[in-house]
């Protein structure tokens, strides 16, 4: 029997993987997965009802070591809110943010997490008519903390789903630029709710070791 070329095994490997049984996915050490996502924003406004509006972005994921990982969202979105006189405004937001996640289950297809992390928002207050709401001595740029809980799911070891929400402090009072006369000097904050889909890439160590193994497995089978 013809002995396999390495492309083979290559390609044999990632075939393997990519359609092996979920429950052998996991959040393994030197594991980087890149993705995008969608969110959902709720503005927690003090003036008026928060309304419910939605975003995007990029997703990172790294798993440092066993348990513990480094996440990173770079969106963009906006939050909505509804005036006292019935208006309708949104604030466009640009934001950055690396998070640190604890993985409660990180040798399984579903891997609860907590995380926890800061950033940074660039943002631009609007009227329902697009008018500016901002002043012109208005800083729109404001760090963020935030934290919450998610989870990751496995279709395989080279994709994955995550579901995650989070609690986002900011440092400034004029997201809703109503601030600026009626309750300044109190940070604002909001909620976000994320959809992410990721594909992973392993360290070389992994796939080295794994199509050595795959090799030794079909060289047994010829003898």
């Keep these: 029997m013809k ?11 990632f075939a393997i993987v990519t359609l092996s049984n979920p429950a052998t996915a996991q959040m393994r050490s030197g594991k980087l997965g890149v993705g995008v996502g969608g969110s959902a924003y709720l503005f927690n406004s ?18 440092a070591m066993e348990h513990l990982g480094l996440r990173a969202l770079f969106g963009f979105g906006q939050l909505g809110w509804k005036t006292p006189d019935l208006h309708t405004n949104t604030t466009t937001m640009l934001s950055g943010n690396l998070y640190l996640s604890y993985d409660m289950i990180p040798h399984g297809s579903f891997n609860p997490f907590i995380f926890v992390g800061g950033g940074a928002a660039y943002f631009d207050p609007r009227s329902d008519q697009g008018a500016d ?55 604002e904050s909001f909620s976000r709710v994320n959809l992410e889909f990721r594909y992973y890439f392993f360290d070389q160590d992994y796939i ?16």
């Excluded at 002995?3 to 490997?13: E, I, N």
């Excluded at 795959?214 to 060289?219: G, N, T, V």
Aim: some cysteine; glycine content about 12%; proline content about 2%.
């Design 46 to 63: 003090d003036i008026g009802d928060g309304l419910m509006k939605a975003g995007g972005g990029l997703t990172l994921s790294y798993s």
């Design 3 to 13: 002995k396999p070329t390495l492309w083979y095994s290559v390609v044999l490997c």
């Design 208 to 223: 080295t070791k794994l199509l050595e193994a795959l090799q030794a497995r079909y060289k047994g089978k010829q003898h």
């Design 133 to 187: 709401l901002s002043s012109s001595n208005m800083a729109k740029f404001t760090p963020t903390a935030s934290g919450g809980v998610g989870f990751d799911y496995f279709f395989s070891e080279f994709f994955s789903m995550t579901l995650s929400g989070e609690f986002v402090m900011t440092t400034t009072d004029k997201l809703d630029a109503w601030t600026i006369t009626k309750n300044q000097g109190i940070s």
